[in-house]
């Protein structure tokens, strides 16, 4: 089982561009999230989805949308790029419906630059 | 709201010495509480995690956390550090009907 996968690792934009991060996991996990991760402000939810065909916003939803594809796959999309977006973003999974006592597993994550 | 405070945001360790990481929380309801660790270059994974039972938690790698209840704390322990735990830990906090909450995170520096 590879996990969690996130494209690209790396990618660098400039303002006002847009793009799509990718995310898949292979653990027939039902519930998956979308996190950013800066210094000093730990990890901050961004969407989340509890299950298939269903997706729920975050702590800081602002400038993003999301898509549940399927079971595997969960997509960010960035539609016009703000160097405030400039961070690192993690997906992650977990087991349950949105279950408070799920253990999340974290794809590698993608650091994204907005210049 | 959940909030979750972690005290020190860098700690620097000799090898061999002990650690603990504070961590406070602030929910009056039922909490799952978590710790997870993220090594250079690498992705976060679970440490441990405390749902119910003994509040004495243990986990991978020689690490233990206690939940304090009264003290709405989670702190993350281990009585001798290696090079290898050199690291940024989170604290997290869930709680019923809620969604996982991080704390700012520690960087662990242990010199060798």
């Known amino acids: 089982n590879a996990g969690v996968t996130q494209t690209p690792k790396f990618q660098v934009l400039k303002t006002g561009q847009s793009m799509t991060l990718q995310c898949a996991q292979d653990?027939?996990?039902?519930?998956m999230y979308w996190y950013r991760q800066d210094p000093g402000m730990g990890l901050r939810l961004i969407y989340y989805?509890?299950?298939?065909?269903?997706?729920d916003k975050g702590e800081v939803p602002n400038g993003y949308n999301v898509s549940r594809l399927n079971k595997r796959e969960f997509s960010l999309r960035l539609e016009s790029a703000a160097p405030s977006q400039t961070s690192v973003y993690f997906c992650?999974?977990?087991?349950?419906?949105?279950?408070?006592?799920?253990?999340?597993?974290f794809g590698p994550g993608t650091r994204l630059t907005v210049l | 709201a959940q909030s979750v405070s972690q005290h020190n945001h860098h700690v620097i360790l000799s090898e061999a010495a002990s650690l603990e990481l504070g961590c406070n929380y602030s929910?009056?309801?039922?909490?799952?509480l978590f710790w997870y660790v993220q090594y250079p270059g690498q992705h976060l994974q679970l440490l441990l995690k405390?749902?119910?039972?003994?509040?004495l938690v243990k986990g991978i790698k020689g690490f233990e956390a206690e939940f304090i209840k009264s003290k709405f704390s989670f702190n993350l322990r281990k009585p001798s550090v290696q090079w290898s735990d050199t690291a940024e830990y989170f604290c997290?906090?869930?709680?019923?009907?809620?969604?996982?909450?991080f704390g700012a995170g520690t960087i662990l520096r242990v010199k060798s």
């Open positions: 992650a999974s977990s087991q349950g419906v949105g279950g408070e006592t799920d253990t999340q597993y």
């Open positions: 653990m027939n996990h039902n519930s």
């Open positions: 989805s509890a299950s298939e065909g269903t997706t």
């Open positions: 929910y009056g309801g039922t909490v799952n």
């Open positions: 405390y749902f119910s039972g003994d509040p």
């Open positions: 997290a906090v869930n709680g019923r009907g809620n969604k996982l909450v």
